[in-house]
Nanobody
Framework: QVQLVESGGGLVQPGGSLRLSCAAS????????MGWFRQAPGKEREFVAA????????MYADSVKGRFTISRDSAKNTMYLQMNSLKPEDTAVYYC?????????????????WGQGTQVTVSS
């Protein structure tokens, strides 16, 4: 079993920045890809970004491209999401997820393990 724990969420003003972290522990099967998803109230969970084991292959949702950066330190089993130029519409619970294979994906159904989520609120 793999445990994922997110941290770094909070309240930020529009235009501000936050950095989310996701620490993986347990029976991690390397190499494996990881991703970030988010879910706003009343909406379905949506893809944000994904990253491969080496960190060189990444994929982003159009809504965050150019503002968010996904990265990881595979030696530490930790993934990050640097969020800049935040907008009110970025407000959501952010979840990290991992797969048991090293193939990036944007479909939540492809992910095997999930964290409990961290709240990000963008408001003045």
């Amino acid at each position: 079993q793999v445990q994922l724990v997110e941290s770094g969420g909070g309240l930020v003003q529009p235009g501000g920045s936050l950095r989310l972290s996701c620490a993986a522990s347990g029976r991690t099967f390397s190499p494996y890809s990881m991703g970030w998803f988010r879910q706003a109230p009343g909406k379905e969970r949506e893809f944000v970004a994904a990253i491969g084991w080496s960190g060189t292959i990444t994929m982003y949702a159009d809504s965050v491209k150019g503002r968010f950066t996904i990265s990881r330190d595979s030696a530490k089993n930790t993934m990050y999401l640097q969020m800049n130029s935040l907008k009110p519409e970025d407000t959501a619970v952010y979840y990290c997820a991992s797969r048991v294979v090293n193939v990036i994906a944007r479909n939540a159904a492809n992910y095997d393990y999930w964290g409990q989520g961290t709240q990000v609120t963008v408001s003045s």
